[in-house]
């Protein structure tokens, strides 16, 4: 499999680890769209937010409390957050395995543009 975050999950490609467990990897975005950007993974491959199934929902069950102990220990769980999944074309997903982007450490407001070419 040609994927890139399965690769990166896997140690092929290197990347910048915030967290790890034998599940998911949470590493920084190597384009940040906020002072804090991180992409949140789980090691299995899904390719997007509709492939999932089964048990699939409790492992991204899953990576929603990963993704609250990530905004801990960035120190950005106090001041707030954003966490999105872009799904598809329309969706702006450039990298078709299912991953989270992780944003906080200033105001947010309107952000647009946010897509999986930034990872």
Known sequence: MDCLFCKIAEGTIPSNKVYEDEKFLVFHDIQPAAPTHVLIIPKKHIATMNDAEGADFELIGELHKVAQEAAKKLGIAETGYRLINNCGP???????????HLLGGARLGALTGISSSHA
């Open 90 to 100: 329309d969706g702006e997903q450039s990298v078709y395995h299912i991953h989270y």
